[in-house]
């Protein structure tokens, strides 16, 4: 996860290559359906740990073939040695078996840049892979540089020391890796954590994203964005899905201190262990995978209404840590895990 701290990359690199080799045949066998991939991203040079707006563009032209089964972006970002850093997959929006011929489509998505012992150029390849894991990469029209991948794009990573850095305080637990993907690395809050940043002066937009074990909580859980003058943002959380939230913090909003204190509080809590989820005796709170402050100005341009201005705020009312059972069917918190060496 993107937290601020240099993160393990050993396990992140060997799971990447596998994920590389496995997405989809190698051969390059096959027909060109001309259809163009294109990328553009809000800013071509971007710190390691930083978050990014991405434009996927797929242009088919009016001979274009209607694709016939489910299939994923691939999306590969590789350094100077031609080794790939990282991956964007996904699935296009709209379904590419849902294009037509003659049209283009368009989407936009945040991508948090891992943090890797690497800075300068990277390539971004694009192409097209059955969603299956079995068939062929479909050919397309632009610059093959071998296994049906496209060269769309080139980027810069900048040094992590760019970033706005940030001091993690109390009410975090330990780091986390997700079982099913060792390269997602996540961290629980208490009911509420605090963490600081060095004051810029300026506009600063927050990105967050996270979920948590809706289920456990008696009420619908709310969590509180702000800082120390009063000002943030109130988010109802109404499922166990992953969210993703941007607030824009004015340079009023964050005082004339040196340092600012940016707390995430839940309204409420659980202890796994006393609502029979499992062994788990920590109190938490909210799961964080992504926690990132940027200079607004240095951003780039961010997606019309996918930013919401912060405003003056109450922290709810605490309701007490449930220690009834949960409801049927409650997701199991994430069991604890040491933290990882830096």
Known sequence: MNLGRVSTTATVLIVAGVAFLSSCS?????????????????????????????TYTWKADAQAKKLNQDY????????????????????????PNTWEPGKTYTYKRTKFIPIYPYVGPVQVRMGLYPASGKGERVGLKGNDVGMHEYEVAKIELLPQTDNIFLVYKEGWHGTEVSPQNPSLERMWTKKEALVSFKNPKKDVVLYLEADTNFKAFPQPPVLTASVGTGAGLQIPIENSEVFLKKIRFKADQLGQDEWVDLRLTMNQSFTPKAIGLNQDERELG???????????????????????????????????????????????AVPAKPPLKK
Do not use: C, W
């Open 26 to 54: 190698r051969g390059q066998k096959g027909e060109t359906n001309p259809i163009e991939p294109a990328f553009a991203v809000n800013r071509p040079r971007a710190p390691l740990g930083s978050a990014v707006e991405i």
């Open 286 to 332: 909210l799961l964080v995978y992504h926690l990132y402050v940027g200079e607004a100005d240095k951003l780039g341009e961010i997606p019309a209404g996918t930013v919401v201005d912060a405003g003056p705020v109450q922290v709810p009312t605490p309701v007490p840590t449930p220690t009834a059972a949960p409801k049927p069917g409650a997701k199991p």
């Open 72 to 95: 994923r972006a691939l999306v590969h970002f590789l350094d100077s040695h031609n080794v790939m850093l990282f991956e964007d997959d996904h699935v296009p929006e709209p379904a």
